[in-house]
Nanobody, 127 residues
Framework: QVQLVESGGGLVQAGGSLRLSCAAS????????MGWFRQAPGKEREFLAA???????????DYADSVKGRFTISRDNAKNTVYLQMNSLKPEDTAVYYC?????????????????WGQGTQVTVFS
């Protein structure tokens, strides 16, 4: 079992920044991929970024309105924590943000590939 707890969400003005944290606990995480997703009201949960626990590989969503270039995923192995640094936030970034863990050696980008999920943290961006 892996337990994930997100924190760091909140209310921020457009153009501002937030850093989300995901504290992981449980069985060894060295073979897990950690990902960040978000879900806006009325929309499906969408992939944002993922990293192998070793940090040897990271991947960002590369679709329209992508977060690539604005969001950065990182991890602190000593703290068993994964971060999502979000800069230049826009109102359309408003969503519940989720951390997830997949028992895999290469990055995963779909929700069905992830085994464990956090409870989510709300991010609201106002203009």
């Amino acid at each position: 079992q892996v337990q994930l707890v997100e924190s760091g969400g909140g209310l921020v003005q457009a153009g501002g920044s937030l850093r989300l944290s995901c504290a992981a606990s449980g069985r060894t995480l060295r073979t897990y991929v950690m990902g960040w997703f978000r879900q806006a009201p009325g929309k499906e949960r969408e992939f944002l970024a993922a990293t192998t626990w070793s940090g040897s590989s990271t991947y960002y969503a590369d679709y329209a309105d992508s977060v690539k270039g604005r969001f950065t995923i990182s991890r602190d192995n000593a703290k068993n924590t994964v971060y999502l640094q979000m800069n230049s936030l826009k109102p359309e970034d408003t969503a519940v943000y989720y951390c997830a863990a997949a028992n895999a050696l290469v990055v995963r980008t779909t929700t069905k590939e992830y085994d464990y999920w956090g409870q989510g943290t709300q991010v609201t961006v106002f203009s």
